[in-house]
């Protein structure tokens, strides 16, 4: 039986095993995340975040901010278009003109609304004007690309099919649901990319991509991959694993309108009774650290001393008896009360929630586990339907998400306060947050923010995801971002023999 | 003959109609937002309004069910609202690659099953007929969810011999239909077997057997044509399924059918398009069934279609 040999990128290509198909590469409809990765690859941003989620130049020289509602950009000269156009102010404005034009239906329009006018001061210098202060708004230009105005106004249809941007990479093959193929773009302004080509292939079972990946086939896999099967590729002498801590935040969410919820003893008993530092080594095999709240620490607002619940059964069962759920049997098969605790059909988190589900029994708290297909679930705790479920908030940037998450304007449909939460000085504060421009009064805001909510506990903080990228060895320079960005591919190279 | 065709023809239309009404209002009856679902969780109230305005979403049922019908009348089925390329493209695109991979699991077989369930009833409680039961039973056994991984181990990873997913040319079909035709051959080597046994214990065979005949004429010739009938019902039945597309062998492939775009049009509660791959399928039903009846009729004579 012959054993087939692994095979090494080659001829400066890789292939990148990807889950799913991007659905739309137009930056100024695109909403998965695959389609965000990849538009970084075709198009640039007025702005970029740092590590820490600072908004930083991109195709701009610099920015002014001469007054609260007012941002001037200056930028880089010599940009050109993949079709040799040069990128001036026209173009910017026509981008944010569309997002804001509503006949385009654009679904970042929401992102944008505070904007009041777009003035071209010249061919590289844009002025935005906005109706009233809004701090989020440096950070929401760091995901729409700048489209090129003249091509779009000709061709407005087959533009999602070969979309023309400023990016490192240009579109040479888009087949739904197979492959996506980009091609360097060499005359690129901040340098030729060391590959030749990217190839996207879309694979949909995570079994499928790991063979793939071992026999070479695939050069490049990054999340969406089985814990269990870590072992296994650590043993591979032909590949390397890259984990850095990530920005995707898993919790439990109360509904604070339930009879048993409401009470806030109960929720401390909850929390101090799951483990989740076991579940952390057990489950996930180490690929999670343990969270204090939505910001993770790579967050310029990050606030560290916040109220933690370390696993501790005995005064979980004490809050309970406290608060006047007794359990009648002892350690019996009687138990205190039951939840329900909804969960989506995925193998992993069904496992997590069953090993929730034995924790809290510990505790005399009778746990049962509902499980449903996404949109159904979705449905659900969007309508309030629910008494305990679990979730992740992926892609957090800037603090302004915890308006959407807890402010009280923001239960749905309005937005996602799911649990129903209410507390005037978190509405107060953030409302704040939102319009204080300087950064340490902002992240004084934010900092009391999250005290309040660790005390309040309207979520079960559980972890922060691990992001784990596995390539074939001879990768060189591809860099694991937070937020799972393909940022680095431009600066990858692969070392030949 | 041709009226038969042209009445089945004609019936197609009730069902079609029937077939499209029943899931567009079950599709709009199940939970799930396809606004909620395309925008995701961080999406902003008034974006997901807009949203769902530019695709009428916004519009009473019975308007969008009238839309619907207007379009599908009219040989529009409007488009994807994931992607916006028209549903007709989409399934165009996607549809010949599950028939493609339909044909070679239904050749593949027919290639097994007929031989084997010949020879079982032939040779019936030989040893050879055990053994090929046993197989048979066998592989309706194996569900393809664990029969595919573990071809593609053996096979892919281990010989080397075809690519592990996606449609990179015919290479690429061989294990997807060996994944779908094993349980279909197995069921259909049972169904060949205990027709031909009813068969061959007919009196025109003994007669046939009387007159002279070689056992070969006797058993292709007079035997084989009679127990088709049954066979042939349950090919089309299968080929008929599998043409609502294999998702799980299609899933494990990467192969890019139309059992794939379909689970995701639903998991995305992609309307049009689930009205869409719905709509195909129902007219491949129909058809496959009118050519199952079409066969009847020339391997059995008495059977008049009328």
Redesign the interface.
Known sequence: ????KESRPTGNTIVIGLESSP??LDPRYA??ANSYRLAQLLYNTLIELDSRFHPVPNIIKRFANPNDTTYVFHLKEGIQFHDGKELTSKDVKYTFDCILN?AF???????F?KIDSIVILDKYTVKFILKEPFAPFLINLAVIGIVPKDDMQKSEDSF?ITPVGTGPFKLAEFL????IVLNANADYFDGRPKLERIIF?????S??RL??L??G?VHLLQNDIPPDLFPFLEKKDSLKIVKRPGTTYSYIGFNLKDAILKDKRVREAIAYAIDRKAIIRYILKGLATPASGILSPYNWAYEENVNVFEYNKEKARNLLDQAGLIDTDGNGPQMRFELTFKTSTDQLRKRIAEIIQQQLKEVGIKISIKSY????F???I?SGNFQLYT?S???ITDPD?LY?IFHSSSIP????NRGRYINKRVNMLIEEGRITLDMNRRKNIYSEIQKILALDIPYVSLWYSTNVAVMNKSIHGYVVYPAGDFFSLKDVWIEND | MKDFIIKRMLLLFPVVFGVLTFVFLLIHL????PV?????????????E??R??LRLDEPLAVQYMLFIKGAIKGDLGESL????PVIH?ILKRYPETIKLTIAAMVLALLISLPIGIYSAVKQYSFMDNCSMFFALLGVSMPNFWLG?LL??LF?????WF?????EGLRSIVLPAITLGTAMSAILSRMVRSSMLEVINEEYIVTARAKGLSELRVIFRHALKNALVPVITVVGLQFGALLAGAIITE????W?GIG??LI?AI???DYPLVQGCVLAISISYVLINLITDIAYSYIDPRIKLR
């Open positions: 039986m012959a054993c087939i659905t739309n909403t998965d509503p239906k654009s679904p970042h329009f929401g992102a609304e999602n739904h649901d197979e492959r292939k879309i694979i949909p079972d079994t499928v063979l793939e071992n026999q086939n297909e996404w949109g159904t979705y449905s659900d969007k979730l908030w992926v892609g998400v959407y449909p309005q937005g996602a | 199940i939970p799930g937002d909620d679902l395309m925008l995701g969780e961080n999406a902003r109230a008034i974006d997901k807009k949203l305005e530019s994931y992607n916006k390329k989409l991984p593609m181990i892919c990873v281990n010989l080397g690519p592990i997913s996606g449609d899933t494990i492939f990467s890019p794939r775009l995701q998991n995305t509660r």
